[in-house]
């Protein structure tokens, strides 16, 4: 081989393009679905070889055999394996709200029982799949691109009319990315997208009340909350799902006592009733779940039948109770609505997606009436020239019996009657039968019909209310022949279920603190001071303290990190700088006030609290965390709103890295680290830069920290609320900072520095906080006096000049630590 054709590639960079190309083809090529048809290339790919062979529903089942040859032969040159597995999915009734194939044979079933080879079984196209994503498929409404080979031409999408992505669901996993998008009612669907084209601006809560939740194929019932509203506000969240059950009289047989029974008619979605089973009898055999005498499956044909009888001295409401919550009887269904939007994957709201299908459906419309309009003025100009012709027939004649041949026909009738090419072809090919007076009158018939058709046309493309007003109606007309009636219940109130059923799971812990809360003054507040001492003071008491007030540096009491109402019945975590996480169990300081170790679950023994956060049910919310070796990730909130009574670790820490700061993260907010020779970087915060992770997950380097330099701390600013920021050093120098004058940066960028340091042989100053001057802060010295700076005094600083000396420190003195104040009348801040 010559040198020529050898080049150097640094490894890194091969690995991280290879990588990034490979992800592309999985994202867009395999695993996310079109946000405009809700199909995966192979579902598309699949429906579109199935037109093509004809397989409409009014023909005979085809063998499925046929279908994958023709898939994989033509467009999809992947395993038969992995086409013929999607194609089943594509049948599944119970997978499926509105399977878009008809299956002849065996397709599988509920009880994950797997279906027969593909070439024992047949399939077709279904009328929801022929008549509501192909019918159009051949008016020019898509565009068309070469399949792998450049043999064949495939459409780039189907001309969907209906919002498929949603109505059927859709599961799959990509790279760095996955999407669950449930099924729903197509009534429901339809009456959202009538609602959304008479009214653009409508309000997310009130297209919710419209679509209020998935259907379900297997039905069921949808525990209605804040997990419904998340997923469809925010395009992710968590669904809690139930299946059905009833109590009934069971007739065992002659001679035997009846005894009751639970009924099971229904499952969660994509729950296997077999597994089920079989996890229920284990659960038995263990001794969780008492009462049951026989466990048996009569489904049949007619429909699903769990019969679980019941011992004599059993308590069926009990039992029943405790199915829900110790088996999958109660679920979860955790959707994330993300597909491809313009080739890229985006995650939707319900309203988003919505408008994004209807502007496609516009798209299309528009290009079938064009198409549709082209054909007319077409045949109109045929017809015109033919009724020109009937009337000069004696003319025309004698040029035929005149003329050499076809061509001078055509050139000679062209001449004398002033025809174009495609008239002239028109009038020699018209057979004599159109000069009959039957025939003659029907082209004048269908001359006038054109004309209207024309106009009727033209007018939809210029004027678009009329196009709306026709997508409105053919909305309709699909939903009065394809709509269903809701299979999966609604039942209101979720959130209370919810949280009963996790007491349930954790009664000691849970009754415990009721009771203590139960037990305490409803006028007093909680305190937790910067020496972790945490106490329940009556408001006199605490006026007397002054902590919420500002004060010189002297010798105060220690300083307060938190001051709560305990009426608001905060739910507080602490965060170590191990990474773990626990409830604060504050409602036991009522009757004996301490340290806060004794308020903590065990396993965090010798382990620092760095920050005491109020969690607040915010869905825009996140926890940041930073570690000092300058990575940051962030958690969602709804993975820490339901803690247990025990630690949890939710950052993986490398040897000799501990956690910084903890804090609250805005969503689509701004992020600021500082360290302690003042360099400060300021970043953007979105699920594209800095997506939610895993408890495990280190999280990305944000910061890349120079030797001897070490972070400092954290801030989240909300995207329109700016803040002043308070740099404070050693030395006790303050600057001031605007937060909105501050660059935003790329991770790992350098940043800037924020305060030039003073630096000499015999002491090196550093920075030991940044926070939000909005809020009163204590200030703690080494020599442990303390005071409070108020955001009234820092007023009068001029932005960007450093202030020396600001506090009264005494010789040797220096600043420790700054600890800003968390009160419930400014957390607001959060919400």
């Not at 027939?393 to 005149?402: D, S, T, W």
């Not at 020699?428 to 039968?433: A, E, K, Q, T």
């Not at 501050?742 to 926070?771: C, F, P, W």
Request: proline share 5%; glycine share 8%.
């Amino acid at each position: 081989m010559s040198k020529e054709r050898l080049q150097p590639i640094s490894l890194h960079q091969e690995m991280q393009r290879s990588y990034l190309e490979y992800a592309m083809s999985v994202i867009v090529g395999r695993a996310l679905p079109d946000a405009r048809d809700g199909l995966k290339p192979v579902q598309r790919r699949i429906l579109f070889a199935m037109h093509e062979l004809g397989l409409t529903p009014d023909r005979p089942f085809r063998k499925c055999a046929r279908v994958v040859g023709d898939v994989l032969g033509k467009y999809h040159p992947h395993g038969d394996q992995a086409v013929y597995d999607a194609l089943v999915r594509l049948v599944q009734n119970f997978s499926s709200r509105y399977p878009v194939l008809d299956g002849h044979g065996n397709f599988g079933s509920i009880d994950d029982d797997p279906p027969a080879a593909m070439r024992y079984t047949e399939t077709r196209l279904s009328s929801i799949a022929h008549e509501a994503i192909l019918s159009e498929i051949e008016g020019n409404t898509v565009d068309f691109n070469p399949n792998f080979d450049g043999s064949q031409q495939e459409p780039e999408v189907l001309p969907a009319q209906l919002p498929f992505l949603i109505l059927n669901g859709c599961s799959g996993i990509a790279v760095g990315m996955a999407t669950n998008i449930p099924p729903h009612n197509i009534n429901e669907i339809i009456d959202g997208l009538i609602q959304l084209i008479k009214k653009p601006e409508i309000k997310e809560e009130d297209l919710i009340n419209i679509i209020p939740g998935p259907d379900f194929p297997t039905g069921g019932e949808i525990l209605l909350g804040s997990g419904t509203k998340e997923t469809y506000i925010k395009g992710k969240g968590s669904i809690p799902m139930r299946g059905i059950s009833h109590i009934e009289e069971i007739t065992p047989g002659k001679g035997k006592h009846r005894k009751k029974g639970i009924i099971i008619t229904e499952l969660p979605y994509q729950v296997n009733k077999s597994n089920w089973i079989e996890k229920l009898a284990d659960l038995v055999n263990n001794g969780k779940i008492d009462g049951i005498a026989d466990i048996r499956d009569e489904s049949d044909r007619d429909g699903m039948r769990i019969v679980i009888e019941l011992r004599r001295d059993a308590d069926s409401e009990k039992t029943q109770k405790l199915l829900y919550d110790k088996t999958s009887l109660q679920n979860n269904f955790s959707a994330t609505l993300l597909a491809l939007v313009n080739g890229q994957p985006k995650q939707l709201s319900l309203k988003e997606y919505l408008l994004i299908f209807l502007e496609y459906r516009e798209l299309t419309i528009q290009r079938r009436t064009k198409n549709k309009l082209k054909k007319t003025i077409l045949r109109l100009e045929i017809v015109e020239g033919l009724i020109k012709a009937l009337k000069n027939l004696r003319k025309v004649i004698n040029l035929l019996e005149n003329a050499a041949d076809a061509a001078d026909a055509k050139t000679k009738i062209m001449e004398e009657l002033f025809l174009n090419e495609k008239q002239s072809e028109g009038i020699l090919s018209m057979p004599l039968r159109k000069l009959t007076n039957l025939e003659t009158q029907s082209l004048y018939n269908e001359l006038d019909v054109l004309k209207t058709i024309k106009n009727d046309l033209q007018k939809l493309l210029d004027n678009r209310n009329v196009l709306l007003k026709l997508m409105i109606s053919e909305f309709k007309t699909l939903q009065k022949k394809f709509g269903s009636k809701r299979k999966t219940r609604l039942k209101e109130g979720g959130d209370e279920l919810l949280a009963e059923r996790n007491a349930n799971l954790r009664p000691n812990a849970e009754l415990q603190r009721k009771k203590a809360f139960e037990g305490l003054p409803k006028d007093g507040t909680l305190l937790i001071q910067s020496n972790n001492e945490v106490k329940i003071l009556n408001p006199r008491i605490l006026k007397k303290l002054n902590l919420n007030e500002s004060c010189i540096i002297g010798e105060e009491p220690s300083p307060a990190n938190i001051i709560w109402p305990i009426i608001k019945n905060p739910k507080i975590i602490a965060i170590t700088n191990t990474g773990k996480i626990a409830l604060l169990k504050w409602e036991f300081a009522g009757l004996q006030p301490g340290k806060i170790n004794k308020f903590l679950p065990s396993g965090l023994e010798g382990e620092i609290v760095i920050s005491l956060i109020p969690l607040v049910n915010n869905n825009n919310l996140s926890l940041g965390l930073l570690s000092s070796d300058g990575r940051f990730k962030r958690i969602n909130i709804n993975e820490i709103l339901d803690l247990s009574g025990r630690a949890t670790t939710i950052l993986k820490l490398k040897n000799n890295v501990s956690l910084k700061s903890a804090f609250l993260c805005h969503c689509e907010g701004f992020l600021i680290i500082v360290s302690d020779i003042g360099r400060i970087i300021k970043l953007r915060v979105n699920d594209i830069t800095m997506p939610t992770m895993g408890k495990l997950a280190q999280g990305p380097i944000l910061m890349k920290m120079l030797p001897g330099e070490n972070i400092i701390s954290g801030l989240s600013i909300a995207k329109d609320k700016a803040c002043d920021l308070i740099f404070v050093t050693q030395n006790g120098n303050v600057i001031k900072k605007y937060s909105d004058d501050i660059n935003i940066y790329d991770k790992g960028d350098m940043g800037t520095i924020a305060i030039e340091l003073i630096e000499n042989k015999n002491k090196k100053e550093r920075v030991v906080s940044m926070y939000n001057g909005k809020y009163l802060s204590s200030v703690i010295t080494n020599t442990g006096r303390n005071g409070r700076v108020s955001s009234n005094q820092l007023i009068n600083i001029e932005y960007n000049i450093k202030q020396n000396k600001a506090f009264n420190l005494n010789s040797g003195e220096s600043i420790e630590s700054i600890i800003p104040l968390i009160e419930e009348k400014n957390y607001s801040f959060f919400d």
